[in-house]
T-cell receptor
Framework: GENVEQHPSTLSVQEGDSAVIKCTYSDSASNYFPWYKQELGKRPQLIIDIRSNVGEKKDQRIAVTLNKTAKHFSLHITETQPEDSAVYFCAASTYMGYFGNEKLTFGTGTRLTIIP | EADIYQTPRYLVIGTGKKITLECSQTMGHDKMYWYQQDPGMELHLIHYSYGVNSTEKGDLSSESTVSRIRTEHFPLTLESARPSHTSQYLC???????????FGQGTRLTVV
């Protein structure tokens, strides 16, 4: 089955600086890579996603890059703000073999702290 | 408002009791999932469903069971609760392949 590794587990960044979180996956058949943000005491929410036919996607201050050959993808947050403090999860989706059948495997999470 | 709802939000129960955690979504999604998560930690998939009468076990070994008799409802049952079941349980749903998963607020379960 799919295995998703995420690094670092904790990250502290000065406000205004950039933060980068990296994930690797094991199943070359994975084709969808979302990132979720979970604030303290709240539910995870999707912040950006990328599909395997795209190498990079950007949405304002956040961007995701994908290297299918190396089987890794990264989240980049620029001009960090205090409200960016949260736990971030990467995930990989594997198609299981018949229409409608897929499974989402999450990484272990990165606790990002923005230092004012 | 279309959303995914979990009840109860908090539950404290004694060892050996049978409990059912409720999950309902009003978004018409076929796919639904149950994850176990200790606060701020990794999400472990314990059960999933691709539609009515479809249920599968996830990666994390679990002593729970699920059912999917209606599209909108995906309850999780623990036949005999143990302290090791103490955790947060998150229900999620998604519309189709490679689509955003929407999470419920979670049920924080404590078994004493």
């Amino acid at each position: 089955g799919e295995n998703v590794e995420q690094h670092p587990s904790t990250l502290s960044v000065q406000e205004g600086d950039s933060a980068v979180i990296k994930c690797t996956y094991s199943d070359s058949a994975s084709n969808y890579f979302p990132w979720y943000k979970q604030e303290l005491g709240k539910r995870p929410q999707l912040i950006i996603d990328i599909r395997s036919n795209v190498g990079e996607k950007k949405d304002q201050r956040i961007a995701v890059t994908l290297n299918k050959t190396a089987k890794h993808f990264s989240l980049h947050i620029t001009e960090t703000q205090p409200e960016d403090s949260a736990v971030y999860f990467c995930a990989a989706s594997t198609y299981m073999g018949y229409f409608g059948n897929e499974k989402l495997t999450f990484g272990t999470g990165t606790r990002l702290t923005i230092i004012p | 408002e279309a959303d995914i709802y979990q009840t109860p939000r908090y539950l404290v129960i004694g060892t050996g009791k049978k409990i059912t955690l409720e999950c309902s979504q009003t978004m018409g999604h076929d796919k639904m999932y149950w994850y176990q998560q200790d606060p701020g930690m990794e999400l472990h998939l314990i059960h999933y469903s691709y539609g009515v009468n479809s249920t599968e076990k996830g990666d994390l070994s679990s002593e729970s069971t699920v059912s999917r008799i209606r599209t909108e409802h995906f309850p999780l049952t623990l036949e005999s609760a143990r302290p090791s079941h103490t955790s947060q349980y998150l229900c999620a749903s998604s519309e189709y392949l490679m689509a955003e998963a929407f999470f419920g607020q979670g049920t924080r379960l404590t078994v004493v």
